[in-house]
Nanobody, 116 residues
Framework: QVQLVESGGGLVQPGGSLRLSCAAS????????MHWYRQAPGKERDLVAG????????NYADSVKGRFTISRNNARNTVYLQMNSLKPEDTAVYYC?????????WGQGTQVTVSS
């Protein structure tokens, strides 16, 4: 079955960096686009970044452009989110997602807290 497992979250000071990972299994990872979303308390889940199957085409929310980088390693079935210059407003649970034949699959999420 499809599984997505995020890791790498934690507590970081403003201006710091974190790298999130999402390990995928149960499907042919290299065939599918992957996305990172985040959800802050009391807010909707929003798209952060996406990457196409070959890893060449990416897209980002305006709020993270120039600070976050999405990448993938198809040999390791893993997608990454490098987050630099973190701000308190980046605090959220971060989820990875893929869509296969119209069905969405989500990981369990990893908490990122940006605070001094």
């Amino acid at each position: 079955q499809v599984q997505l497992v995020e890791s790498g979250g934690g507590l970081v000071q403003p201006g710091g960096s974190l790298r999130l990972s999402c390990a995928a299994s149960g499907f042919t990872f290299s065939n599918y686009a992957m996305h990172w979303y985040r959800q802050a308390p009391g807010k909707e889940r929003d798209l952060v970044a996406g990457i196409r199957s070959a890893g060449v085409n990416t897209n980002y929310a305006d709020s993270v452009k120039g600070r976050f980088t999405i990448s993938r390693n198809n040999a390791r079935n893993t997608v990454y989110l490098q987050m630099n210059s973190l701000k308190p407003e980046d605090t959220a649970v971060y989820y990875c997602k893929t869509t296969i034949w119209g069905r969405e699959y989500w990981g369990q999420g990893t908490q990122v807290t940006v605070s001094s």
